[in-house]
């Protein structure tokens, strides 16, 4: 007996020694990126086994020459490993390019023996490679305009360098990795469901000629120029559910109206075009307010940000959005005031020269000569066309009754459907103790919410066409179908968007920007430098949701550097990536906004863009200026610098705008043709202050053409 358990305790020594060496081959894990960048710091975290919770020791990282076997020290520090049982490294960079091989020993105080060993292959790349992604998008969708494949040759290009400088696997990972990766996560999930939702419901409530019915019942009140144009801006405020059907329903409807009221159509176009993008994009439901979110959410799981939610995140940052609210907001300003500045002041004064002519001509307010004219009809009520709708198939039918409430309720189920949706998420989620208001949302899922409502609107919109008998169930669902037919092209930049974040999540782009910039740049400069390179970006290549795929995987980042755990700074550089984006698309003149308003109105693109443009860069560097960069250095709270933005925008339309109804000179130009006086006769421009410059479509005699002053 005593033989057998002797040989019973030697067999379980020998199981417990060899478990444990089993074991302790798993004692440490490292996570590391195979990829980095040169002279800048690796992600670098050791997962250990919940026996080492809490004790302390020290690290060293060698770098292993394979040649000559010898260890170059690149980190060497003290740890203790915290309650996730793990430890992050800080400060690991490696300062040469190609293969390299790391070598990573813990060794615990208190023992000289039982040293942790891992080794791991890293590849290293020059750190200015890891920006090439967003700026080969960028470049691209400038010379191609096509914002799908622009992000998809990022893509393959951030791939192409994670894999090594392969081009056959970085194109295949692009698809079979980075774009299924972008799809494969819930909140994406729902994302994708949300847009194809709605898409079908914007298609069914236009098909249902609610949009039109609406437009007929604002147009009742519009008997005069101002009116006309309030009724545009308000018309446009309320189709807020997508940019481009906002241009093409707002533009149709009004213009007839517009030509009625001898309003340029250049003016229709700069109303219909600043309140479409603007508006969708903070309206509280919309088809702009899914990617948005999906771009916070997105990143904030890349960076581990679990207490925001981003949807509340979106809504936090609806003051800070100054270009948008400082657009929407000048319109009414313009109208009351009656002035207008540089070329549209030349449009506007020709229409009302024109009040008693019978035909209706297109204003050149741009240098080369254009001819278009058309009949102005006394009877417009029949005159609504659907020929600016993208696609027939959703033109209404002309047999059927067109009702305004079949748009109303299904944008208003959807609306208040997602209000309350949040509010029953984040009710079930709190404790009875503590069910404040901040509280629910702080716990509400916006992705679940948005997707219920969306679901909930899509069913009734469908109810109300079959219902009332303007389609039959089965022509209900194609023309639903067909509507997430036309969501297929937003999708897929929502989806290279992501995938796009995702190879700058691996190439660690934001991590070089902010080891090149984050020590030496100023904290709060940051949203103003936001702003203006997403504009610059979105000028240049004519979208903002482009703009905003590539700005948001290098600017959140960087935010939470500058100020981690900041709230309110974070809020203030998101709002500043969407602001931006807008900004520059509404000036650019490839933008798909800019180009369906011009088409909806009856005015060409060219004309459409000089009379916009000086309103769209007056008002951007206003929000700069007065409100992004104040704001950011803490100078001015984001009440107060709207207000003051404003007052300097209504100075500005005061001093340098002419009124429309007469031919008086601006303020500005009758200080000037004072202080000329005093002036050397070679600044005095031949005896003559030009109004504006001559042109071939203008008649000579036009008393708005020239302004004389007498010596």
């Not at 300062?95 to 890293?122: A, C, F, M, P, Y």
Request: net charge neutral.
């Amino acid at each position: 007996a005593a033989r057998m358990s002797r040989h019973f305790f030697t067999i379980i020594s020998l199981l417990i020694l060899f478990f444990s060496s089993v074991v302790s081959v798993e004692e440490l894990k490292v996570k590391v990126n195979r990829l980095a960048l040169k002279n800048t710091p690796l992600a670098l975290t050791l997962e250990f086994d919940c026996v080492f919770r809490g004790r302390d020791g020290n690290v060293a990282v060698f770098l292993v020459d394979e040649k000559t076997n010898k260890n170059t020290t690149v980190w060497n520090g003290n740890i203790r490993v915290n309650d996730e049982n793990s430890v992050s490294l800080d400060g690991v960079s490696i300062n040469s390019n190609g293969n390299h091989q790391l070598r990573i020993q813990v060794q615990w105080k208190g023992q000289s023996d039982g040293i942790l060993t891992r080794e791991e292959s890293i590849f290293v790349i020059p750190g200015i490679l890891s920006i090439l992604p967003p700026l080969v998008s960028v470049l691209f969708a400038a010379l191609l305009k096509q914002a799908i494949i622009a992000l998809f040759l990022g893509v393959w290009v951030g791939s192409t360098l994670v894999n090594h400088f392969n081009p056959l696997s970085g194109l295949v990972h692009s698809i079979d990795k980075y774009g299924v990766e972008a799809i494969v996560d819930p909140f994406s999930g729902r994302v994708i469901w949300i847009m194809i939702l709605l898409g079908g419901t914007i298609a069914v409530v236009i098909k249902s000629g609610g949009a039109l019915d609406l437009a007929r019942l604002i147009t009742r009140w519009l008997t005069s120029r101002e009116r006309a144009q309030f009724g545009a801006w308000t018309l446009a405020c309320c189709i807020f559910f997508a940019d481009n059907e906002s241009n093409l329903i707002v533009g149709t409807v009004m213009r007839p109206i517009m030509d009625r009221m001898f309003v340029s159509r250049e003016k229709l176009a700069f109303i219909v075009d600043s309140t479409s993008a603007p508006v969708s994009s903070i309206a509280l439901m919309s088809g702009w307010v899914g990617f948005e979110v999906s771009q916070i959410s997105q990143q904030f799981e890349l960076l581990n940000i679990k207490d925001w939610d981003p949807y509340i995140v979106f809504l936090e940052t609806l003051p800070y959005r100054f270009y948008p609210i400082l657009l929407i907001f000048f319109i009414p300003m313009g109208i009351y005031t009656r002035r207008e500045v540089g070329n549209m002041l030349k449009a506007e004064r020709l229409c009302v020269l024109k009040k008693n002519d019978s035909e209706r001509g297109e204003v050149n307010a741009s240098p080369e000569p254009t001819v278009v004219s058309e009949p102005l009809k006394e009877d417009f009520s029949n005159d609504i066309t659907l020929q600016a709708f993208s696609d027939p198939m959703l033109e209404p039918d002309n047999d059927k009754p067109k009702r305004w409430i079949n748009i109303f309720l299904p944008i208003f189920a959807i609306t208040a459907g997602a209000l309350l949706s949040m509010i029953f998420i984040g009710y079930s989620k709190t404790d009875a103790s503590d069910r404040s208001w901040r509280n629910i949302m702080s716990h509400t899922d916006s992705s679940k919410a948005l997707i219920w409502a969306s679901l909930f609107g899509t069913l009734l919109s469908l109810f109300l066409v079959v219902s009332q008998k303007i389609l039959s169930f089965a022509a209900a669902i194609n023309v639903w179908t067909k509507g997430i037919q036309n969501m297929m092209g937003v999708l897929l930049v929502l989806v290279f968007a992501w995938a796009l974040g995702g190879v700058c999540e691996d190439l660690q782009t934001a991590r070089w920007l902010i080891s090149l910039l984050g020590s030496s740049l100023p904290k709060g400069l940051l949203p103003f430098l936001i702003f203006m390179l997403c504009a610059g970006t979105s000028f240049a290549t004519g979208t903002s949701w482009g703009t905003m795929a590539i700005m948001f995987p290098l600017a959140v980042p960087l935010a939470n550097a500058l100020g981690p755990g900041d709230k309110d700074y974070m809020i203030s550089a998101v709002a500043s990536i969407l602001s931006g984006s807008i900004w520059g698309d509404h000036c650019s003149p490839i933008s798909d906004t800019t180009i369906t308003s011009s088409l909806a109105c009856g005015c060409s693109v060219k004309n459409h863009v000089w009379t916009q443009f000086p309103y769209a860069i007056f008002i951007g560097l206003t929000s700069a200026f007065l409100c992004s960069l104040p704001n950011g250095f803490g100078i001015l709270p984001f009440w107060a610098c709207i207000p003051l933005a404003m007052s300097f925008l209504f100075f500005i339309l005061y001093f340098f705008g002419g009124r429309t109804d007469n031919d008086e000179p601006t303020k500005f130009e009758v200080r000037w043709g004072r202080l000329r006086k005093r002036l050397p006769p070679i600044v005095l421009f031949n005896g003559r202050i030009r109004l504006f410059e001559d042109s071939p479509s203008v008649p000579r005699n036009n008393p708005y053409n020239r302004l004389e002053v007498e010596e």
